[in-house]
């Protein structure tokens, strides 16, 4: 069978290998689909970029405006909400102490695997790659699961439902975020 060596679309717009693929695998008396995967990367390779003015016809004049949401904005808010728990943590539960720091901290539990993945990207300045960010995923995963072990652990007073709603209230800011851009 023969095989393209190429990714790139052919330049007189026929493909001259198909025909060797299908007299090749005729011969051997297999059945060939004409959508095989090497149509399909030819397929990709035809995508034309909008131009500025076509984007902004489909998606409005702010399409090309930078975000206002950054990472440091993204933690910075988790930490006021954090902290707005643990106020209604602190006036509603009786008694307030232990149900105050266990919001706190689940709060923490957010906020910081995010402030460290944050200060990641900043030292990070423009060599950003899908392997960094993958690196920079896993510190935060292991992050956030070592808090987790360690208050199970060292703390022996948590209270788990105002640590984890405050970390679950904390956690969906990233959707709150993602709605206000």
């Known amino acids: 069978m023969a095989v393209k060596t190429s990714n790139q679309a052919p330049k007189n717009g026929r493909d001259d290998h198909r025909a060797e693929r299908t007299v090749s695998v005729a011969?051997?008396?297999?059945?060939?689909?004409t959508d095989d995967a090497w149509d399909v990367e030819q397929q990709d390779n035809n995508i034309v970029p909008l131009t500025r003015a076509?984007?902004?016809?489909l998606f409005g004049p702010n399409v090309s405006r930078p975000s206002r949401v950054t990472p440091f904005k993204v933690v910075a808010a988790q930490m006021v909400l954090s902290l707005g728990a643990t106020l209604v943590w602190w006036l509603f539960y009786k008694p307030p102490g232990a149900a105050a720091l266990s919001a706190f901290l689940g709060g923490a539990i957010c906020w910081v695997p995010g402030a460290l993945f944050a200060a990641r990207?900043?030292?990070?300045s423009g060599a950003e790659t899908v392997m960094s960010w993958m690196i920079g995923e896993a510190l935060k995963m292991g992050t956030t699961?070592?808090?987790?072990?360690?208050?199970?652990f060292w703390y022996h007073d948590v209270r788990w439902v105002p640590l984890l709603v405050t970390y679950l209230i904390a956690l969906k800011t990233y959707w709150i975020a993602l709605a206000w851009r």
């Open 121 to 124: 990207l900043r030292t990070l």
């Open 27 to 33: 011969s051997t008396g297999q059945h060939v689909t």
């Open 54 to 57: 076509e984007a902004e016809k």
């Open 145 to 152: 699961i070592a808090m987790f072990v360690a208050i199970a």
